[in-house]
């Protein structure tokens, strides 16, 4: 069994940053690919950013030149740096975690952006 532990999630006003932070636990085995996800009232769960274990990355276009993931192999952790940040971006975000056996989702963790 993986656990995975998200934090970093708060309130932040428009053209703020936040750092959110995902740690994983168990029984990992390899790691294929770790991302986040988000989904805000109302609406369905998408992709935000993922990080391949072979260093590849993808980003939503909603997100790209302001979000950035990024991943410790050693520590079994993945970050997602948050700048310019928009109200549109209010919502849920929800770690990802994919290995050979099965796909592990967090709790998730609120991030709102307001003034």
């Known amino acids: 069994q993986v656990q995975l532990v998200e934090s970093g999630g708060g309130l932040v006003q428009p053209g703020g940053s936040l750092r959110l932070s995902c740690a994983a636990s168990g029984s990992i085995f390899s790691i294929n690919t770790m991302g986040w996800y988000r989904q805000a009232p109302g609406k369905q769960r998408e992709l935000v950013a993922t990080e391949h274990s072979g260093g590849s990355t993808f980003y939503a276009d909603s997100v790209k030149g302001r979000f950035t993931i990024s991943r410790d192999n050693a520590k079994n952790t993945v970050n997602l740096q948050m700048n310019s940040l928009k109200r549109e971006d209010t919502a849920v975000y929800y770690c990802?975690?994919?290995?050979?056996?099965?796909?592990?989702w967090g709790q998730g963790t609120q991030v709102t952006v307001s003034s």
């Open positions: 990802n975690l994919v290995n050979w056996r099965n796909t592990y």
